[in-house]
């Protein structure tokens, strides 16, 4: 059974700077793929980024390409995202997924991942 616990939501001015984590546990977790998405009120879960935990590759939604980083510590099973120049736009309760399916693949849709963190608030003041 995979445990996600997300963590470093908050309240940024517009243009600051936030890191969330997200600690992972559980015996596969290594092979699944990972990643992030938020969801503002009223409105549908948003993809926002992902990565293969075996080889490292990332895919950003368009809304975050050149402003969000997606990355792990192998060591203490965590997962990060860096979020640079923020908007109000990106207000959103943020959420860490995990795929439940070994492989080497991106998964960019809701309904591949199996695992989900409770979520961390993320609130951009403009």
């Known amino acids: 059974q995979v445990q996600l616990v997300e963590s470093g939501g908050g309240l940024v001015q517009a243009g600051g700077s936030l890191r969330l984590s997200c600690a992972a546990s559980?015996?596969?977790?290594?092979?699944?793929?990972i990643g992030w998405f938020r969801q503002a009120p009223e409105k549908e879960r948003e993809f926002v980024a992902t990565?293969?935990?075996?080889?490292?590759?990332?895919v950003y939604g368009d809304s975050v390409k050149g402003r969000f980083t997606i990355s792990r510590d192998n060591a203490k099973t965590t997962l990060y995202l860096q979020m640079n120049s923020l908007k109000p736009e990106d207000t959103a309760m943020y959420y860490c997924?995990?795929?439940?399916?070994?492989?080497?693949?991106?998964?960019?849709?809701?309904?591949?991942?199996?695992?989900w963190g409770q979520g961390t608030q993320v609130t951009v003041s403009s």
């Open positions: 997924a995990a795929s439940g399916v070994p492989g080497r693949y991106i998964a960019t849709a809701t309904t591949q991942y199996k695992y």
């Open positions: 559980g015996p596969t977790f290594s092979n699944y793929a």
């Open positions: 990565m293969t935990w075996l080889c490292g590759t990332t």
